[in-house]
């Protein structure tokens, strides 16, 4: 990478950079997939129209979890079910845990090709002066 101008250079260290968010993305979504439980929502969850949903979940050991529950989509008149299974933690909930591993796949393949497509354009340009 020698060839590179002062300002190439610190352009690429910026777009390595900015590939370390969907790592941390990754990350986060891995350590949920292992961390996490299978439990059922207490009481009701509300969903806004178009938004998210948040509810209520018992975790083993006796503590209680809420906060947003990623993956429902319901209509009005089915806010009122109970019961509904969902992998959570204390703070965060999914209603499928494969969605966790399908994400954090995705991100983990996102920053990869983005690190080989910016070293690779980095190096050809390096070539070219």
């Known amino acids: 990478m020698m060839g590179l101008k002062w300002w ?3 352009a690429l260290i910026v777009c390595l ?6 790592l941390w993305f990754a990350a986060k979504n891995t350590y949920r997939f292992v961390d996490g439980h299978r439990t059922l929502t207490e009481g009701h969850v509300h969903c806004d129209w178009g938004g998210p ?3 209520a979940w018992r975790l083993p050991g006796g503590r209680q979890g809420r906060g947003e529950i990623e993956g429902l989509s319901f209509q009005d008149d089915e ?26 796949a995705l ?12 070293l690779s354009m980095a190096w050809i340009r390096s070539r070219d002066l």
């Open 8 to 10: 190439q250079r610190v």
């Open 17 to 22: 950079c900015a590939l370390t968010l969907p």
């Open 53 to 55: 949903c948040r509810g």
């Open 79 to 104: 806010e009122l079910v109970t019961g509904i299974p969902v992998y959570a933690g204390d703070d965060w909930a999914v209603a499928g845990r494969s969605d966790l591993a399908v994400h954090a």
């Open 107 to 118: 991100e983990l393949g996102g920053a990869v090709i983005g690190a080989a497509l910016v």
